[in-house]
Nanobody, 124 residues
Framework: QVQLVESGGGLVQAGDSLRLSCAAS????????AAWFRQTPGTEREFVAA????????YYADSLKGRFTISRDNARNTVYLEMNSLKPEDTALYYC?????????????????WGQGTQVTVSS
């Protein structure tokens, strides 16, 4: 069993940066792929970025490439999401997910473990 706790969200202005953290507890987290998703009220959870077990492979939603960077530190059991040049449309509840089953890294239904989310609000 793995528990995920996100942190780092907050209220920022357009153009600012934020770094989200996802701290994991439990065994074998360093063997799992992980990802970030986000969701706004009334919409489906949207894929943001994914990273493989050792950080050697990353994958991003096309619309976010160049502004967001996913990384991990397995010594700290933590996955990060660096977000730059934030826009009001980035406002959402951001979720961390881990343990990918299968190859579809952007498919929210293929992740076993989820955190409770951290709110990011970007004002214009």
């Amino acid at each position: 069993q793995v528990q995920l706790v996100e942190s780092g969200g907050g209220l920022v202005q357009a153009g600012d940066s934020l770094r989200l953290s996802c701290a994991a507890s439990g065994r074998r987290f360093d063997t799992y792929g992980a990802a970030w998703f986000r969701q706004t009220p009334g919409t489906e959870r949207e894929f943001v970025a994914a990273i493989n077990w050792n950080g050697g492979s990353t994958y991003y939603a096309d619309s976010l490439k160049g502004r967001f960077t996913i990384s991990r530190d397995n010594a700290r059991n933590t996955v990060y999401l660096e977000m730059n040049s934030l826009k009001p449309e980035d406002t959402a509840l951001y979720y961390c997910a881990a343990r990918l089953l299968g190859d579809e890294r952007s498919n929210r239904n293929h992740y076993i473990y989820w955190g409770q989310g951290t709110q990011v609000t970007v004002s214009s």
